[in-house]
């Protein structure tokens, strides 16, 4: 898990690893472009890559590993989500079509076999409804998404990789502000841990006297 490789300004650059998870033709690709190279190409083939970018985010270096999955599911009940993704990833983009009703079944179905295979280390998720273009033809309200989000912890934002970069930027902008938490968090409490640890070792042969 990544903090390490001091920078020069003495502030350890950050490391932050991105799945995007989603059903084909949600645009998984545009929307890793988008945030790569600023731009929106149309047609992305079926390439499944991981990617790197470093940002400067408030004085810090973040250095964002963006792994492009490719949605590949056998059989009816079979996982989409591999063990090697889910222990790679620090944060995960759960993207959907709003034009597309069954991507939207199919984020929920990822949704809940993360939450099921990594219980003990709940992974940040944020839920991003693409396509906002085409709103004309839209089957997945934007109430319907954000329901979703709300119920099950995550960020939520409707977009389009199509029109604007802002939006894209917001999405993985806020994934690392998640991922950021939750480490200080888990750190938090490693120290309180330590302490009561301490503290026991300490009075704790008092106590069971
Ligand atoms: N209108 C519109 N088309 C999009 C948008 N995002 C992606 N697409 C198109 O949807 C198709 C699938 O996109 P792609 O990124 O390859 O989907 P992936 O299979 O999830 O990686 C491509 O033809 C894209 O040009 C969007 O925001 N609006
Ligand atoms: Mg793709």
């Given at each position: 898990m990544g903090v390490q490789e001091v920078t020069e300004g003495n502030q350890p650059r950050v490391e932050v690893n991105i799945l995007l998870l989603g059903a084909?033709?949600?645009g998984k690709s545009a929307l890793t472009v988008r945030f790569l190279t600023?731009?929106?190409?149309g047609e992305y083939g079926d390439m499944e890559s991981v990617y790197s970018r470093i940002d400067t985010i408030d004085g810090q270096e973040i250095c964002f590993n963006i792994w492009d999955s490719q949605f590949t599911q056998?059989?009816?009940?079979?996982?989409?989500?591999s063990d090697k993704q889910l222990q790679w990833a620090d944060g995960m983009i759960l993207v959907y079509d709003i034009c597309d009703r069954s991507s939207f079944d199919v984020s929920l179905q990822q949704l809940q076999e993360i939450r099921r295979r990594r219980k003990l280390s709940s992974v940040p998720v944020v839920i991003v409804a693409n396509k906002r273009d085409l709103r004309r033809h839209r089957s997945v309200t934007g109430e319907e998404g954000r329901l979703l989000a709300l119920s099950q912890r995550c960020g939520f934002f409707e977009v389009s990789a199509a029109e604007t970069y802002h939006g894209v930027l917001l999405v993985f902008h806020r994934l690392v502000d998640l991922v950021r938490e939750r480490r200080a968090l888990r750190k938090s409490s490693a120290g309180v841990r330590g302490i009561v640890r301490s503290v026991s070792a300490v009075f704790g042969k008092k106590r069971a006297e």
């Open positions: 084909h033709n949600v600023r731009r929106f190409i056998v059989g009816e009940k079979s996982c989409s989500v």
